[in-house]
């Protein structure tokens, strides 16, 4: 049962990949301390903080709002991952858990938007 935004699956999802995606932007060159690796970390903090917050709205058509939210800074941060393999800052096999968990969180908040616009 759902008490709290903390019980969704995508939620604990995006919280794993914001994890596992600070872990990999330490190993980036110093000069990205402040750029494309600050940039990285905003898109995959916003995940599953839209997510919360969407969830504590008092309406649907805003947490479906917070969701499409939440799904656009997916896409943004798996740009950004495309980016680190062309410029070499990562290898494909390293940015490939992150774009699997990022694909799942995705179909996972298409889901969600898709039975709230459904169900009254």
Excluded: H
């Amino acid at each position: 049962m759902i008490q709290s935004y903390k019980d969704l699956i995508v939620w604990q999802k995006a919280m794993q990949m914001a994890e596992m995606l600070y872990s990999m932007v330490k190993k980036f060159p110093k000069e990205e301390t402040y750029a494309l690796s600050d940039q990285m970390r905003r898109a995959a903090v916003s995940i599953p903080s839209n997510i919360a917050e969407g969830y504590g709205r008092n309406s649907k058509k805003e947490y479906i709002q917070f969701l499409s939210i939440a799904k656009g800074s997916a896409y943004e941060l798996e740009t950004q991952l495309m980016l680190t393999v062309r410029i070499g800052y990562a290898t494909e096999q390293e940015i490939s858990p992150l774009m699997n968990l990022l694909t799942e969180i995705g179909k996972i908040i298409n889901t969600m938007i898709s039975k709230l616009k459904t169900n009254p």
